[in-house]
């Protein structure tokens, strides 16, 4: 929500030595500050893939060597289709035990997962890599986000759309107040980070994916807020 407001005297929280009140009024002429937001929107032109292999064994090594397998199946086909190494990172590995029973519990089997996030720099090949690793083997894409490789200079687009933002409400309020905008006097921002688009993923395995899988990246909003702080002219 934008705010803005017309202030006369001195700010709230300004520590300074006692002096008569004529005296206050006078060293601190009247300001206006506003609070300008500003948007600017960009096609994102890269995803990261988090996808993984789940493997169940009754003994630590089967489910260990299942899952090496189809790990190792499923990053040599990404580097087929020109992944870089730089562009494949394992994220986690975890071994854990399989129990049943409440009163005594017994070990019945193993499960480890391996999981690999993928950079993908061209957004044709994000389907194929989905179909590619379910095709080796992964049971898991639990996670796809599209980003833009020219986040950086949109960003600064909304930041000089805030500014205009706020000196078009700056200059309302003062010719509304009679006057007109004076000096600059500070100037400051509030960006907000630059998040990835998520496109949330269910579990899914090889047997659904008998279909060549659509890819949506949408488009990235950026957002930037700005604060500005002028005298005001009569």
């Known amino acids: 929500m934008r705010k803005a407001m017309l202030l006369a005297g001195l700010c709230v929280g300004l520590s300074v030595a006692p002096r008569p009140a004529s005296s206050q009024a006078a060293s601190v002429p009247p300001q206006v500050v506003v609070t300008g937001t500003g948007e600017a929107r960009v096609a994102p ?70 999981s690999v996030r993928a950079e993908v720099r061209r957004l044709d090949d994000v389907g194929g890599v989905i179909d590619a690793a379910l095709a080796k083997g992964a ?58 688009i998520a496109q949330p993923l269910m579990r899914i395995s090889a047997a659904m994916a008998s279909v060549r899988t659509p890819i949506e990246p949408g488009e990235q909003t950026i957002t930037a807020t700005v604060t500005a702080r002028w005298t005001f002219a009569k």
């Open 45 to 114: 032109d890269r995803a990261i893939v988090l996808l993984g292999v789940q493997s169940r064994a009754t003994t630590v090594a089967a489910a260990a060597a299942e899952n090496a397998r189809r790990i190792k199946a499923i990053l040599d086909s990404l580097r087929a289709m020109g992944l870089s190494s730089e562009q494949l990172m394992t994220v986690n590995y975890s071994v854990s035990p399989e129990m049943t029973g409440m009163q005594t519990p017994k070990v019945t089997g193993y499960v480890v997962t391996n």
């Open 139 to 196: 049971n898991e894409i639990t996670s796809l986000q599209f980003y833009s490789s020219k986040a950086d200079s949109t960003q600064r687009a909304a930041l000089a759309a805030a500014v205009a933002d706020a000196r078009a409400q700056a200059e309302v309020l003062a010719r509304a107040a009679g006057g007109s905008l004076g000096q600059l006097i500070e100037l400051s921002s509030a960006q907000e980070p630059i998040r990835p």
